[in-house]
């Protein structure tokens, strides 16, 4: 079974960082591509990041580039997103997902076949 495994997330003030790791087992495929996604309540899950497992190619939403960036661990299936200057809109609950192959529409929720549980991010003006 594909499991996708979120963590790293807290309490944080504004301003400070926090890195949340993916951990991914269980992938039927060798490329692949793994997104980072938050959701509020009352609101739709928005895309923030996504990398490629065989390029390494990179995307960001608006809202977070300059300030988060993804990365692959050198443990093969891990992925890494840094959060810094973090903001009280960045509070949210953050899901790691994954597709097959090198990213399609990497911020879009419909393009992922799998997916984690979240991980709880809040940040405290």
């Known amino acids: 079974d594909v499991q996708l495994q979120a963590s790293g997330g807290g309490p944080v003030q504004a301003g400070g960082s926090l890195r949340l790791s993916c951990a991914a087992s269980?992938?039927?495929?060798?490329?692949?591509?793994i997104g980072w996604f938050r959701q509020t309540p009352g609101k739709e899950r928005e895309g923030v990041s996504c990398?490629?497992?065989?390029?390494?190619?990179?995307y960001y939403s608006d809202s977070v580039r300059g300030r988060f960036t993804i990365s692959r661990g050198n443990a093969k299936n891990t992925v890494y997103l840094l959060m810094n200057n973090l903001e009280p809109a960045d509070t949210g609950v953050y899901y790691c997902?994954?597709?097959?192959?090198?990213?399609?529409?990497?911020?879009?929720?419909?393009?992922?076949?799998?997916w984690g549980q979240g991980t709880q991010v809040t940040v405290s003006s």
């Open positions: 997902a994954a597709q097959v192959g090198v990213a399609v529409m990497p911020l879009l929720e419909a393009s992922y076949d799998y």
């Open positions: 990398i490629n497992s065989n390029d390494g190619r990179t």
């Open positions: 269980g992938l039927p495929f060798d490329d692949y591509a």
